[in-house]
């Protein structure tokens, strides 16, 4: 190593971090685990997970009973086949709509369960809890990584630390030199820039030859070297920005709750001007509240850890959640992806607690800035995810986190299973020979399945508003008529790629199964738009062929053709969807007329806007609605339902949308009947209320991009950057 990097690290305290093997199905005769903890909460979570089975079952039979009184099977395996399938999905998304209720009732009347970072607030930390915040970067954009960093760093300080508390590492697997030396050029100016070689917080920069393991093995790499050193460590991504506040809020609940192993917080999504993102970013912040705190209602200390922003006990990290590759050849072994999952599970059986902390304010990362990026992301997750649920039988994990690896796969294995279900309600009219069309049945039961499965796409959603307008917070959201606009505008959309996402994930999982090596690259950290050409090379051929056979439906099939309408309709226009998505000009556009705000961006906390400023944009958020001077005319009678403001491009969108959303409901509720073909329209609906649609339920994303401001966009940069 050359001699300027040798003094990037403090002294080594090496210790170990031994795995041990997987036991694999073998682990159903593997050894008992040691009984956890009987704390208070143990019993009241036995309690709410029955509450959830029954509500889920009770809900899946009900439909299912509704499905067969307004499609009764013909008689063949075909039909049901289908039905079982509806059964499975419709409990899957009954489970995603009752945690968003349960989440709404906990953040209404508190849960007394639940730990609270009010409660230690103002205590002292102790000198000895010392803590590293620990930065894995490979490939990333200097700037952006460095901004961030040095405006938590500075917001920490100002917020009161306690000197020689926290430190903070650098952690780079990048293998290109000339981005490895803007890694250290950009690390020595924070250092001179933060002082902490004048009692500041210490910064300390790690270059690691062998790049085994990827994030995990990073991480492991810290703790066997310098994880003796401290009693707590930070896990950042590379687009994370925390608050000081929110930093000593985390390790002061740490301190008092000496059990707890990891304690995560609820990321923000922020910073992106894409329409794509600022979707994402909507949707995470007025609907992900109620899905944290609904996830914290069934698993309270056996919770989820997502990798990032959160804080961990080192020494019990270091002893028990070392991991092994898993065996084998293809897909599904090798290097554990979605490490965080099987650490919070290890954690777990260790006899620590793992908690979700959703109320903490301070915590940020970004979203993908477009669905490309969004797929590509998905693509990695959903091959961790699939390994996982190997581990399903491994001893002594709680019964918790074993649901975690089934839901975990299933998050996108219910992809697959969603076109199955829909190709068999298609084989009447496709193969008429494999099955006979379902006869209608009564208009009640067909009424009441197309309003549950509406109920399931708009619940959370009414619910997550109400909350807003009951806590007063409308204002940050551009006001109570823009933030039900918005709303509106996000469950069209998301529908409206539902089938995109479906698709994607299905060739994602037949990829993983098969062992066809999926390949991960940090995302580009420029603002860009997605081009034409990009975007036909991604979606162009599935485009073509739904274009295809929705023509050959139409000419054989003419009067049932609106039935695939909410299924082809996406996929034909997936490329200009997607590319209009992309568009950064579209996202700020409609920002400017006040749709899709988020308190962020109303008003950005003094942590995100020193961010911005150290990536050398305007440090302050002008506002989004300034209020227009007063101009004397003749009064004008506007057009009934025509909000002011409402941009041309927003209501056209959302008037598509709605036509292809609300285009499936006219005859099954006119005639009352539902055929088998009508199912596949009303699988568009919930899938779409689905919570692995909803990037606040699955993991906080981590995918990174380079910020752009809410004012004028800057230039793109590309290639290595140091600050």
Known sequence: MPPSLRLTAPPMRRGSMLASPWWGWRGVFGPRATPLDAAPWVAAATRR?????????????????????????????WTALQTGLFALLFAWVAAGCTTAVMGYLGLRRGDRHALSAEAVAGRPIDAAARTAIVMPICNEDVATVAAGLRATVESLQQAGAPGGIFDVFLLSDTPDAALREAEVSAWQRLRTELGDDTGGVRIFYRWRRRRGGKKAGNVADFCRRWGRSYRYMVVLDADSVMSGEALLALVRVMEAHPRVGILQTAPRAWGLDSLHARLQQFSGRLTGPLFSAGLRYWQLGESHYWGHNAILRIEPFMRHCALSTLPGRGGLSGTILSHDFVEAALMRRAGYEVWLLPELDGSYEQAPPHLVEELQRDRRWCQGNLQNARLVAEPGLAGVHRAMFVTGAMSYAASPLWLAFVLIGALPWLLPAAGTAPPAGPPLAAIALWGATLAMLFVPRVLAVRLVLLRRQQAGYGGGRRLMASALLEALLSALQAPVRMLAHSVFVLGALTGIKLGWQSPAREA?????????????????????????????????????????????VAVPLTVLTSRSSLGAAWRR??????????????????????????????????????????????????????????????????????????????????????????????????????????????????????????????????I
């Open 49 to 77: 997970r029955r509450l959830l089975l029954a509500l889920v079952a009770g809900s899946a039979a009900l439909a299912t009973w509704v499905l067969e009184s307004a499609a009764p099977s013909a008689g063949n395996g």
């Open 528 to 572: 860009q738009s997605v081009g034409w050409v990009d975007a036909a090379r991604q979606f162009g051929v599935g485009a073509l062929l739904s274009a295809g056979l929705l023509a050959w439906w139409l000419a054989g099939q003419p009067d049932d053709a609106w039935r695939v309408l909410p299924l082809l309709l996406p996929l034909v």
């Open 593 to 722: 007329r006040g749709w899709l705000l988020t308190p962020e961006e109303v008003q950005a906390p003094p942590v995100l806007q020193a961010a911005r400023r150290h990536e050398r944009r305007p440090a302050a958020v002008a506002p989004v609605i300034a209020p227009r001077p007063a101009v004397a005319r003749a009064p004008q009678r506007r057009p009934s339902g025509m909000a002011i403001g409402w941009p041309r491009p927003a209501l056209a969108m959302a008037a598509f949308s709605m036509a292809v959303g609300l285009s499936t409901l006219p005859r099954p509720v006119a005639q009352g009947a539902l055929s088998a073909s009508d199912l596949a329209a009303i699988r568009i609906v919930m899938m779409a209320s689905s919570p692995s649609a909803s990037p606040q339920v699955v993991e906080p994303a981590p995918l990174r991009m380079k910020r752009v401001s809410i004012g004028r966009r800057e230039p793109a940069r590309r290639g290595p950057t140091s």
